[in-house]
């Protein structure tokens, strides 16, 4: 089955910008719908974007709209979350997720069914 693993994770200034990529390996990265979580300390996993098999459809969370971009590149099996403006509320552990549903609810955590083993994003003022 599919393996994800995630990298990009760090510091970063409040309205600063860091890219997160989640590599996949076992099988091809363009099977599957990918999509990111987040947990923030304290709080639990919510929903940040989602991006179809073929990159042509894109969700994104109503918190991170105009500031977050997803995108995926299937040739290095590699799927991207850019963001950018950052502020103290994204701070959270990001987690890359493929989904085993052809056209998965975007937002539902329970149709995606391989997971990243997560990253650290911190945003300090």
């Known amino acids: 089955q599919v393996q994800l693993v995630e990298s990009g994770g760090g510091f970063v200034q409040t309205g600063g910008s860091l890219g997160l990529a989640c590599f996949a390996s076992?099988?091809?990265?363009?099977?599957?719908?990918i999509g990111w979580f987040r947990r923030p300390p304290g709080k639990k996993r919510e929903f940040v974007s989602a991006i179809s098999k073929s990159g042509m459809t894109t969700v994104y969370a109503d918190s991170v709209k105009g500031r977050f971009i997803i995108s995926r590149n299937n040739a290095n099996n590699t799927a991207y979350l850019h963001m950018n403006d950052l502020r103290s509320e994204d701070t959270a552990v990001y987690y890359c997720a493929a989904s085993g549903v052809h056209n998965p609810k975007w937002e539902s955590k329970i149709e995606y069914h391989w997971w990243g083993q997560g990253t650290q994003v911190t945003v300090s003022s």
């Open positions: 076992g099988r091809a990265l363009s099977e599957y719908p």
